[in-house]
């Protein structure tokens, strides 16, 4: 089993921005699929973004098109989340997930999940 971190997370008023990073250990992480996932109260873990081993191919929530920015260094093993422009409905616990690809950006699709971070944004 791979040991997933997220960090970042937070309160925030509306319209600021946090950025969400998480890690994953081993010369493997170059290799994996990743994305970013949340789960508010109440509702099932949705989708954020993903993005592909080399970074070249990534995708977006509707919701978060234009707001969010994933990236990933794979020298440092990390993958991150730039949240701009916060709004209120992105309050969530925000879940890292990597490792060899399932399934394209869905939440069944990645075999490593990190415990995740609170995301809240306040008005």
């Known amino acids: 089993q791979v040991q997933v971190v997220e960090s970042g997370g937070g309160l925030v008023q509306a319209g600021e921005s946090l950025k969400l990073s998480c890690t994953a250990p081993?010369?493997?992480?170059?290799?994996?699929?990743a994305g970013w996932f949340r789960q508010a109260p109440g509702k099932e873990r949705e989708t954020v973004s993903c993005i592909r081993e080399s970074g070249r191919t990534t995708h977006y929530a509707n919701s978060v098109k234009g707001r969010f920015t994933i990236t990933r260094n794979n020298a440092g093993n990390t993958l991150y989340l730039q949240m701009n422009n916060l709004k209120p409905e992105d309050t969530a616990i925000y879940y890292c997930a990597a490792g060899p690809l399932l399934r394209w950006c869905s939440p069944e699709g990645y075999p490593y999940w990190g415990q995740g971070t609170q995301v809240t944004v306040s008005s």
């Open positions: 081993g010369p493997a992480f170059r290799d994996y699929w």
